[in-house]
């Protein structure tokens, strides 16, 4: 595709519920990240990878979070058991390159926690 | 520990005139400092990146100026126009991380 497609835009949760939130990169992109970005507040990094190996998940808050991107193209972002300090909105980007040349961020999906 | 500091949180100015944002790093193991323009709804985009071997990059009406030894550098938007309004976030890069300030929030007058 033509950039960064997330699904679903908006996910509303209840509390304790599982979710999973879908990222399709750009297509041929190496690198995907998971990003988490609470209302009014800077992109925090989640996890990352680079083509089917998760090289960094430092990032994810707890072990209620899972990553996995098993054919090194379409990545699956899981949070089990959501708590209300888990609505925010979650960015997948992509690149092609070295993250330090930029990537391309997605549009997002919106999860809020009732 | 916030890495990367942003002033200031909210900024408005006037259609022609000129944008100013700062930041300001704590690593200096960063070698890489982009920006991004965040529109409601969207993701972040790339809008100008600088090295820190540089001290400042222009790219049409926005520029980069990099203070490497005080750690800090901006942005500057010439000509601001009311397109221009959006949330504007600096980030620092290393290896497989990019670290965002808290963003700025800017609104240019029609």
């Known amino acids: 595709g033509a950039g960064v497609s997330q699904s679903p835009r908006y996910k509303v949760a209840k509390r304790g519920q599982d979710v999973a939130l879908r990222c399709d990169p750009i297509s041929g992109h190496v690198s995907l990240f998971w990003y988490q970005q609470a209302l009014g507040q800077g992109p925090e990094f989640l996890t990352y990878f680079q083509n089917e190996a998760q090289l960094d998940k430092s990032g994810l808050p707890s072990d209620r979070f899972f990553a996995e991107r098993p054919e090194g193209s379409v990545s699956t972002l899981k949070i089990q058991r959501t708590q209300q300090e888990d609505s925010a909105v979650y960015l997948c980007?992509?690149?092609?390159?070295?993250?330090?040349?930029?990537?391309?961020f997605g549009s997002g999906t919106r999860l809020t926690v009732v | 520990q916030q890495q990367v500091k942003q002033s200031p949180q909210s900024l408005i100015v006037q259609k022609g005139g000129i944008s100013i944002i700062n930041c300001a790093y704590e690593n200096t193991a960063f070698d890489y400092f982009p920006w991004y323009q965040q529109f409601p709804g969207k993701g972040p985009a790339l809008l100008i990146a600088?090295?820190?071997?540089?001290s400042e990059k222009k790219e049409g009406r926005f520029t980069i100026s990099f203070n490497k030894s005080a750690k800090q550098f901006s942005l500057h938007i010439m000509d601001s126009q009311p397109g221009d309004s959006a949330t504007y976030f600096c980030a620092a890069a290393r290896d497989d991380k990019i670290i965002f300030g808290k963003g700025t929030r800017l609104h240019i007058l029609p």
């Open positions: 980007a992509s690149s092609s390159l070295r993250v330090t040349y930029g990537y391309t």
């Open positions: 600088i090295r820190p071997d540089v």
